[in-house]
């Protein structure tokens, strides 16, 4: 369980009045959940995602991960909890000078992983992962976008962590792109439990992936919901995000899978986009992946 206690973070700002980014988040996002934060623009996503591993600290509040106050660690102690949480961007931020697998071991290297084979063993893990295998060699600007944000996933992943944060992970992607990018990410939420926090404004983000809904306002986590609770008659949310989400149709994917008793539903609204452009390789790999996943849980990654 990620646990945020009456969050808040201010920004001074010179001369003129603070800027409160996130007031009092109070947030419970369970073991192995999707945890969808959305909300305008300057509403303090971003500041809230970057909250839960401090990368930026807030100015009051707890930050719990698991059994471990973050918020009340010395350096040190909070160097090493960070390991259990990785983070992707909307910017991808590789190493433009390192090639795909450096800019992964350098993550392990960071993570304290000394010996150079296993660094290299375990990058090369996490690369399979997001199926990347071929362009291990090739620098950053030798890669599409997409292939730049699997990298920054592979990065991520391993070392192994319990919670992936993605800041606007498809924002600069293209809807193809993106939908490939969202089912690796449900895909590893799925197989390795790991608990995924997404933060963006783009509402087939949230619909193509979320268990769970916060819409953020000012600062305020101003509406929470579980993605099923679209789908029931009569519900009826109160900020204009939730309404849109409502009257957009009911095609979130978890909801989906719920209502049709048989798994994803590929033949509601917008999830059609969503499952029509996922990535035919993966499609047609499944049982090869299967065996890559279970040698690779087999090699700790869980
Ligand atoms: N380092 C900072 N210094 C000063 N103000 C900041 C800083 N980071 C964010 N802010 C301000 O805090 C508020 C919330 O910003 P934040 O980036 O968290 O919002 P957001 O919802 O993620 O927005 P966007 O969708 O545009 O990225 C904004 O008013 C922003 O200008």
New binding site residues.
Partial sequence: MISLRRVS?T???GAKEP????DDVSLEIPDGSIQGII????????????NINLL?RPTAGQVWVGDTELTGLNAEGLRRARHQIGMIFQGFNLVNNLTVLQNVELSLKFAGVKDKTQRRRRAAEALEIVDITDKTKNYPAQLSGGQKQRVAIARALATKPQVLLC??PTSALDPFTTATVLQYLADINTEFGITVVI?T?EMEVIKALADNVAV?EQ?RVVEKFAAAELCREGFAPTTSIGRYLVSDGISVRRAGAEASQGGFDPTAEGVQHYDRHVDPVRRDSAAPRENKIFAAVEGGLR
């Avoid at 623009?41 to 809230?48: D, I, M, N, W």
């Fill in positions: 973070t920004f001074a700002s800027i409160v980014a996130v909300g305008f623009s300057g509403a303090g996503k971003s500041t809230l995602l970057r930026e800041d606007e933060v404004h953020m600062g």
